[in-house]
């Protein structure tokens, strides 16, 4: 396998690892423990799961390592098609989402003593340490709506590099780049019309799937090297 195969394949796996890791904590965790509304409800299924939930701390934080790789990963697949874009994605895909991610990890610990009710924290009743469990699951979600700003415009760079590349269908990068809108969008909607924020959602996910079909052709099919020997031919 020649070289910018071997590093294609490489990028699309971590890719798809980092991406399974980040699942967890993001979508999975969620809608199996949080109850929308229902402060109680949530820090007994918090208890009653914790090692889930530990697990999720760990899946984030180890999301947030691997992403440090993935975009390395890229940039040594695209530093030649340009390489000021390809910097300018690993700053908006790396260097500005991991700091949060590693920051976020400590409101989900915070939500954990709550819901325990540490002996410090006796000063609180049940129903308050539950209403500031709930609180700190919000501040998390705002911070993740936050992050989706930069989750969204790295995608632009890797775009436009996917459809400059030559050796990777030219449909992918624009792809990507409309999922960077699609992201935009439920950030924007998760602050300003929080009322439609899932409906929001379920749209940017299915549109977020040229993420996936990314990560996916890089992992399976490798690139076209014939295709870019004939294009500088």
């Known amino acids: 396998m020649n070289s910018l195969n071997k590093n294609a394949r ?15 904590r993001l979508i999975y965790i969620p809608t199996k423990l949080f109850v929308h509304g229902n402060a109680a409800a949530t820090a007994n299924n918090i208890l ?47 260097l500005m989402v991991v700091p949060l991610f590693f920051v976020n990890s400590v409101t989900d610990a915070a939500t954990l003593l709550l819901a325990r009710g540490e002996d ?9 340490r539950e209403a500031l469990a ?14 989706e700003i930069f989750w969204g415009l790295w995608l632009i760079p890797l775009g436009l590099l996917v459809y400059k590349s030559r050796f990777l269908p030219r449909i992918l990068g624009v792809w990507l780049i409309i999922a960077c809108f699609a992201y935009l969008a ?30 996916l ?16 031919a």
Not at 10 to 22: E, K, N, P, Q, V
Not at 120 to 128: C, G, M, N, P
Not at 217 to 230: H, S, T, Y
């Open 10 to 24: 490489g990028a699309g796996l971590l890719y798809i690892l980092g991406s399974l890791a980040g699942f967890v």
């Open 48 to 94: 009653a799961h914790e090692s889930l939930f530990r697990w999720g701390i760990v899946s984030s934080l180890l999301c947030s390592a691997l992403w440090i790789f993935v975009t390395l990963a890229l940039y040594r697949l695209f530093k030649g098609v340009d390489h000021g874009l390809a910097v300018l994605m690993v700053i908006l895909g790396s």
């Open 120 to 128: 410090f924290l006796s000063v609180f009743d049940k129903a308050q």
């Open 134 to 147: 709930m609180l700190f699951l919000r501040l998390h979600h705002n911070l993740d709506l936050a992050n």
């Open 186 to 215: 439920h950030s924007v909607t998760g602050f300003l019309f929080p009322q439609y924020e899932d409906k929001v959602f379920s749209i940017a996910s299915v549109i977020n799937l040229g993420e996936v079909a990314l990560m």
């Open 217 to 232: 052709w890089l992992a399976i099919m490798g690139v076209n090297e014939k295709r870019l020997a004939a294009a500088e």
